[in-house]
């Protein structure tokens, strides 16, 4: 069978895969879908981890002379901790910057940096952009970067594989938006959960790191499913036990005054966290300021990294080794005391310019361990002369661990999951929450985050999406779409006079205004209808809701749609003195953006003599219907400007089935506009088209 006859296939068994996931229920599609991507996480994980193991052998102890130590849950080992030959660590880490530039830039550039960001960028603007050959370029280049000493997580690659088998699957089965954005989200926690051996924290993470102030609800139940499925595929060929082991056994809070320690942690922790941020951001800016090959970048980070790795041996890789050595008392003690306090801080740097200049990997997991020695070294300082300071310091590295990453993650709930199941020590979480806590706060107020592309909530990211979708939003102003009102209430007039008036005019509510003109807020017809039977006497000004939605004239509309509360219709334009200019309603709303939308479309009209702008409602005898308008059979040339779907409007061809109803814009050329009038159902095979004016909708007048 030839290679395009297998495509075919492939592409008809998707399709019927994918009608089969858009019909079924929740359960059954998030069963099938959620264990999918789970074995991916899974098997994405091992190979990212085979490969990373590998790498730091061949060119760090074959090449170099170092071993770095290992973590228990990894086959433990205290490693060398000393370079036999010192000049060579700054070479290979320079030679591996250099290598990983030149793979991901010219393969796949967007394999950049770390991929958390990315798959959350997806996430937020379109969850079918991730490329697979990304992924694969990102599991290489990362291996590369941080096998040969890069300071950097492992996390990003594995992230990026899973969270880019949910955006084939978003592809291939044609998800609806919605579920393609849950897809990419459980992509994320599952890679993740994998390869920490953390599933519950994975899992919550997949709702938790999208958002900096909220939380995906939506894939939470995905998110248990596929970060179990990917935990037990890892487990299976790696083994079960936590990454750490069982860090802190028999630990029990019963101490009081140990609640004012892991304060100090958390305060500590957020400020470390800030660091983290500003020097990681500041420093990936420094270096896209440089004047240097894209592949040049990460070379010059990595010899930076190495050079420090002479005074910081530490740095190095991932360092989980020297996060369970300082879990110990023998092992942390035995680590100098100026050492300690500098490593958050070498860390931070090494981290910014291995993965700030270009370079590939992670930065969840050097976020863990710079949480983890902020910890440490408030454990040496206050453990010789603080009471109430435990004798282990576990304890401390843990909590600092949560709290450091989990503050300037925007993802508390989640890194205190992840990290207990880490560390196998479910019984620190009750006196960490002082620690998180506080640490969140001190982050929050800042109003930063780790993440570039986390959204602050919800509702912000669903202002996003619409904005990217009708992109014309950002244009109009308020004051080109609001009409005048009809009706403007005087505070003093009485309840049943302004009911009265409501009722005349036909409208659903008004502003009210003061003696001096000013808006005081809107009322509802049903508002005074309960009004008048208490109180009719009673001035309008009492029933009016000063929180109701209010915009300034120059406003624009993308503004206008997120100052909407769900289920209204309308709001009030006001000028400089808050005193009332217009209304602008969901109709004034719509009928403005088509306008703005016609206009752009009669401009490109105007830049092609044979082309002309037809507008056309797709009737019920359309053979298209039911089908999406990008498979759809078009005349050559047709330019497909906008489908809308009652307010929705989408920009370019549509994905979804098209629907009798749907309003097609096109250009096309003078001898195609027959055809497409029928292929849309607006005129039998063979009848002549109508003058191109007369199938244009004319803008009306707001009715206000």
């Known amino acids: 069978?030839?290679?395009?006859?297998?495509?075919?296939?492939?592409?008809?068994?998707?399709?019927?895969?994918?009608?089969?996931?858009?019909?079924?229920?929740?359960?059954?599609?998030?069963?099938?879908?959620?264990?999918?991507?789970?074995v991916i996480a899974g098997l994405g994980a091992v190979a990212f981890y085979r490969a990373l193991r590998f790498a730091t052998w061949l060119f760090l102890h074959v090449i170099g002379g170092y071993a770095p130590p290992f973590p228990a849950g990894e086959g433990g080992g205290a490693g060398t901790g000393h370079f036999p030959h010192w000049w060579l660590i700054p070479?290979?880490?320079?030679?591996?910057?250099?290598?990983?530039?030149?793979?991901?830039?010219?393969?796949?550039?967007?394999?950049?940096?770390?991929?958390?960001?990315?798959?959350?960028?997806?996430?937020?603007?379109?969850?079918?952009?991730?490329?697979?050959?990304?992924?694969?370029?990102?599991?290489?280049?990362?291996?590369?970067?941080?096998?040969?000493?890069?300071?950097?997580?492992?996390?990003?690659?594995?992230?990026?594989?899973?969270?880019?088998?949910?955006?084939?699957?978003?592809?291939?089965?044609?998800?609806?938006?919605?579920?393609g954005r849950t897809a990419v989200c459980v992509g994320i926690g599952a890679g993740i959960g994998s390869i920490f051996s953390a599933p519950l924290g994975g899992a919550v993470l997949a709702a938790d790191i999208v958002y900096m102030d909220d939380f995906e609800v939506a894939a939470l139940i995905p998110g248990l499913i596929a970060s179990i499925v990917g935990y037990t595929v890892f487990g299976l060929i790696n083994g079960f036990s936590p990454m750490f082991g069982y860090a802190a056994?028999?630990?029990?809070?019963?101490?009081?005054?140990?609640?004012?320690?892991?304060?100090?942690?958390?305060?500590?922790?957020?400020f470390v966290g800030l660091a983290y941020s500003a020097g990681f951001h500041a420093t990936a800016g420094a270096f896209g300021r440089l004047r240097l090959p894209g592949a040049a970048r990460p070379a010059l980070g990595g010899l930076a990294t190495g050079l420090l790795a002479l005074v910081l041996p530490e740095v190095l890789g991932t360092g989980y080794g020297w996060v369970q050595q300082s879990l110990g008392r023998p092992g942390l003690l035995a680590i100098p005391l100026w050492v300690v306090l500098l490593l958050p801080f070498g860390k931070i740097a090494a981290t910014a310019f291995s993965i700030g200049s270009g370079g590939s990997g992670g930065i969840f997991g050097p976020g863990v361990v710079i949480g983890a020695f902020t910890g440490a070294a408030i454990w040496r300082l206050l453990?010789?002369?603080?009471?109430?300071v435990p004798h282990s310091p576990a304890p401390f590295v843990i909590v600092g661990m949560m709290a450091c990453f989990g503050a300037i993650a925007r993802a508390p709930l989640a890194m205190m999951l992840m990290v207990a199941e880490m560390t196998g020590s479910l019984t620190i979480l009750a006196p960490a929450m002082v620690a998180v806590g506080l640490a969140y706060l001190i982050v929050r107020r800042s109003g930063q985050t780790i993440y570039r592309s986390q959204l602050r909530s919800?509702?912000?990211?669903?202002?996003?999406?619409?904005?990217?979708?009708?992109?014309?939003?950002?244009?109009?102003?308020?004051?080109?779409?609001?009409?005048?009102?009809?009706?403007?209430?005087?505070?003093?007039?009485?309840?049943?006079?302004?009911?009265?008036?409501?009722?005349?005019?036909?409208?659903?509510?008004?502003?009210?205004?003061?003696?001096?003109?000013?808006?005081?807020?809107?009322?509802?017809?049903?508002?005074?209808?309960?009004?008048?039977?208490?109180?009719?006497?009673?001035?309008?000004?009492?029933?009016?809701?000063?929180?109701?939605?209010?915009?300034?004239?120059?406003?624009?509309?993308?503004?206008?749609?997120?100052?909407?509360?769900?289920?209204?219709?309308?709001?009030?334009?006001?000028?400089?003195?808050?005193?009332?200019?217009g209304i602008l309603a969901v109709s004034d709303l719509v009928r403005a953006y088509r306008k703005a939308m016609r206009a752009d479309a009669h401009r490109m009209s105007r830049a092609s003599s044979s082309a002309v702008l037809i507008e056309e409602q797709v009737t019920e005898r359309s053979p298209l219907i039911g089908s999406p308008l990008d498979h759809a059979p078009l005349p050559e040339a047709t330019i497909v400007l906008s489908v809308q779907h009652g307010d929705t409007v989408s920009l370019g061809l549509a994905g979804s089935p098209v629907a009798a109803g749907d309003i097609v814009t096109a250009l096309?050329?003078?001898?195609?506009?027959?055809?497409?009038?029928?292929?849309?159902g607006a005129s039998a095979p063979g009848t002549e088209p109508k003058p191109l004016e007369r199938r244009i909708v004319i803008d009306e007048p707001s009715p206000g």
């Open 91 to 179: 070479v290979i880490v320079c030679l591996g910057g250099l290598v990983t530039g030149l793979v991901v830039q010219r393969l796949a550039p967007e394999a950049e940096g770390h991929g958390t960001d990315a798959a959350i960028d997806a996430v937020h603007t379109n969850p079918r952009m991730v490329r697979a050959r990304a992924v694969i370029v990102k599991l290489i280049a990362s291996a590369l970067m941080i096998g040969t000493g890069g300071s950097g997580g492992r996390e990003g690659p594995t992230a990026q594989i899973s969270a880019g088998f949910g955006s084939l699957l978003a592809r291939t089965l044609d998800l609806s938006p919605e579920d």
């Open 249 to 270: 056994p028999g630990y029990e809070f019963h101490e009081p005054l140990q609640l004012l320690w892991f304060a100090v942690i958390g305060v500590c922790a957020g």
């Open 1 to 38: 069978m030839s290679v395009a006859a297998a495509q075919r296939r492939l592409r008809a068994g998707g399709a019927r895969a994918g009608r089969w996931v858009r019909g079924a229920g929740y359960l059954p599609k998030w069963v099938v879908l959620g264990t999918g991507i789970g």
């Open 383 to 388: 453990e010789p002369v603080a009471p109430g």
């Open 458 to 581: 919800r509702d912000e990211a669903r202002g996003a999406r619409l904005l990217a979708g009708m992109p014309l939003l950002a244009r109009v102003s308020v004051g080109q779409a609001m009409s005048a009102p009809r009706l403007v209430l005087a505070g003093s007039t009485p309840v049943s006079e302004a009911r009265e008036a409501l009722r005349a005019a036909g409208l659903p509510g008004a502003p009210v205004i003061d003696e001096d003109r000013q808006f005081l807020g809107d009322v509802s017809a049903t508002t005074l209808d309960a009004a008048a039977d208490g109180a009719p006497g009673q001035p309008v000004s009492r029933q009016a809701d000063a929180a109701a939605p209010s915009l300034t004239e120059d406003a624009s509309l993308d503004q206008a749609l997120q100052a909407l509360p769900p289920g209204h219709r309308w709001l009030t334009v006001l000028g400089p003195q808050r005193e009332v200019r």
């Open 668 to 680: 096309a050329r003078p001898d195609q506009v027959n055809d497409i009038r029928t292929l849309l």
